[in-house]
């Protein structure tokens, strides 16, 4: 089993890699935020430990950043004891919250925890593609086009979320109500006429003929399906 260690403390990469080493587990480590993410991208690793205070990009940063494409489980380490910070990353998509300094029979409990819980799947990706359409997770973006001629699709926050949910769902029905409450609220799960305005706006940007939608098709009366390239309509 592959751990990503990510702190950039190297006594507490150093010490842990040992450690965990002796337990049979691979380490893999990063000293900043931008190396973790490469880092969980290229070396696919079954669990995620990571501090918040880190430089280039901080811990709840590196955190929605996985969280766009994957579900790996997260453990934050961390010296930030309040509870605000507890509860920044636990919104943000980690899993668990160990505060330094940490007796290390409780940190192998909790790492035995997560990977019992959450089971890793092997259709995490960082990137998407459909048509002409690249959408990369990670970095939040979506681009159309080829060569040269590739340019940046603007997506607002809600358009963003709801493409997210069906592209990350290939060929999955996603229900009308799933969606209103994944994206709006429980408060919200009636509001249809939302969804086909938003539904309406990504398909001018993001299909070859939006009025006969190829890849973000409608199921009458139950919602919405992402149809990839191959998979048929």
Known sequence: MKILVADDDPQFIRALRITLGAQGYEVVTADDGAEALSKAISEHPDVVMLDLGMPRLDGIEVVEGLRGWSQVPILVVSGRTGAADKVDALDAGADDYVTKPFAMDELLARIRALTRRVVPTAADQPTATFGDVAVDFSAKTVSRGT???????????????????????????????????????????????????????????????????????????????????????
């Not at 060569?147 to 949910?165: C, F, K, Y």
């Not at 001018?204 to 191959?230: H, I, N, Q």
């Open 147 to 233: 060569g040269a001629a590739r340019a940046s699709v603007r997506l607002t926050p809600t358009e963003w979320r709801i493409l997210e949910l069906l592209v990350q769902n290939p060929g999955a029905l996603v229900t009308r109500e799933s969606l209103l409450t994944q994206v709006w609220g429980p408060h919200h799960s009636r509001d249809t006429g939302y969804l086909r305005l938003y539904l309406a706006q990504l398909r001018k940007k993001l299909e070859p003929e939006p009025a006969a939608p190829r890849y973000l098709v409608t199921v009458s009366g139950m919602g919405y399906r992402f149809v990839p390239d191959g998979a048929g309509a």
